[in-house]
């Protein structure tokens, strides 16, 4: 490796350590399904994550699985936009373990909201998972590195909609309001 290469290296490691601890969401990817915004912390190098169980984030939908891979997407805190995009190896967090009680002390202060405060950790560990994602590489993007696309992606199916045709008797409705 030369030296500019491991220079490079450092910068991205700062980087996606800096971002990922400073933005409140990060969007991650799997092996399936399309980019879904997350809460985390970051923890020892990582990003820790909780999920899939009542209540909590829907990871399964995303394809993280215990061994494979995610691609992490963080945001600038200052100005909103993409900021640095990174390659991450998933491993989930067996319950009750060493490394499991020191993420899980960590996501239960992030946790807005819970209904059950107290008793967080047993339920996470009979319903959820805690998945941690390490960088493995270089960041895919970064500043001076990003691509020329907008990354626009059409929004999921929902049955909400905001669009519908207007009822033929508003505009009547509406004028009869108004004096004059």
């Not at 945001?75 to 491993?91: C, F, M, T």
């Not at 009680?101 to 967080?120: F, M």
């Not at 950790?121 to 590195?145: D, F, K, S």
Request: aromatic content about 4%.
């Amino acid at each position: 490796m030369t030296e500019e290469t491991v220079s490079q290296a450092l910068l991205d490691q700062a980087l996606v350590e800096e971002a990922t601890k400073k933005s409140g969401l990060i969007w991650v990817r799997g092996a399936s399904g399309p980019a879904r915004a997350l809460w985390h912390v970051w923890h020892d190098g990582a990003v820790c994550l909780v999920g899939d169980g009542t209540g909590e984030q829907p990871l399964a939908a995303l394809g993280l699985t215990d061994g494979g891979t995610a691609t992490v997407t963080v945001r600038s805190k200052d100005k909103g936009g993409r900021l640095v995009a990174w390659p991450a190896a998933v491993r989930e967090l067996p319950p009750g373990g060493e490394e499991w009680q020191a993420a899980v002390e960590e996501l239960k202060g992030k946790r807005l909201n819970a209904p059950d405060a107290d008793t967080i950790a047993e339920r996470w560990a009979r319903e959820c998972r805690v998945l941690r994602l390490t960088p493995t590489g270089e960041a895919e993007q970064r500043p001076g590195r990003m691509p020329d696309g907008s990354h626009a992606a059409p929004p999921p199916a929902s049955p909400a909609i905001t669009r519908r045709p207007v009822p033929a008797a508003l505009p009547k409705l509406l004028r009869r309001g108004r004096k004059g």
